[in-house]
T-cell receptor, first 116, second 114 residues
Framework: DAGITQSPRHKVTETGTPVTLRCHQT?????MYWYRQDPGHGLRLIHY???????DKGEVSDGYSVSRSKTEDFLLTLESATSSQTSVYFC???????????????FGSGTRLTVV | AQSVAQPEDQVNVAEGNPLTVKCTYS??????LFWYVQYPNRGLQFLLK??????LVKGSYGFEAEFNKSQTSFHLKKPSALVSDSALYFC????????????FGKGTRLHILP
């Protein structure tokens, strides 16, 4: 998706290991979000950021941490990966907290994470 | 607390027929409402939004949605379905309070049958 890239696209990791997913944007948007998508649950917000070094928790933040040292990068870290964190992770960006600016949220293509 | 419900996991429609994907919401006060579409192995793409004004909102790819405040619904519609409309559709809602987050429904898979 234009303006936002996620890396890696796929990752398999072992239980107990730390994992970091990266979201990079070229739109200079203020707000960035991390979601996880699971069957039967839709998308659930993990963490979000409203500026450099300004972050807050979403509804499913346990076991995850984030950092935003630059406007363009938002990192999601699984401190010690568990099988319940096997999921597809999406990053999104917005130029307004409400998502009402422009075309709402812009989503990345996702990272498929498997914890074995 | 705000919430959004998509009562149908899957909707099947014949190509050329009108389609409706249902969404109801619960939020204090007036809502911001959104529809997104997800194609296989892709992120979500914005379709349309309701902020204020006309209850009928037009969006991308010929889709539209009608905001009905009395029924707290925001159903997605299209007059004539295409096979290429087959995808996963998400409704989302946000309240007007500063701390409100966008909440997504669980998604409805739309199958357009040739």
């Amino acid at each position: 998706d234009a303006g936002i890239t996620q890396s890696p696209r796929h990752k398999v990791t072992e239980t107990g290991t730390p994992v970091t997913l990266r979201c990079h944007q070229t739109e200079n948007h203020r707000y960035m979000y991390w979601y996880r998508q699971d069957p039967g649950h839709g998308l659930r917000l993990i963490h979000y950021s409203y500026g450099v070094k300004d972050t807050d928790k979403g509804e499913v933040s346990d076991g995850y941490s984030v950092s935003r040292s630059k406007t363009e990068d938002f990192l999601l870290t699984l401190e010690s990966a568990t099988s319940s964190q096997t999921s597809v992770y999406f990053c999104a960006i917005s130029d307004a907290l409400t998502g009402t600016g422009g075309d709402g949220y812009t989503f990345g293509s996702g990272t498929r994470l498997t914890v074995v | 607390a705000q919430s959004v419900a998509q009562p149908e996991d899957q909707v099947n429609v014949a190509e050329g027929n009108p389609l409706t994907v249902k969404c109801t919401y619960s939020v204090s006060g007036n809502p911001y409402l959104f529809w997104y579409v997800q194609y296989p192995n892709r992120g979500l793409q914005f379709l349309l939004k309701y902020i204020t004004g006309d209850n009928l909102v037009k969006g991308s790819y010929g889709f539209e949605a009608e905001f009905n405040k009395s029924q707290t619904s925001f159903h997605l519609k299209k007059p004539s379905a295409l096979v290429s409309d087959s995808a996963l559709y998400f409704c989302a809602v946000r309240g007007l309070n500063r701390d409100d987050k966008i909440i997504f429904g669980k998604g409805t898979r739309l199958h357009i049958l040739p």
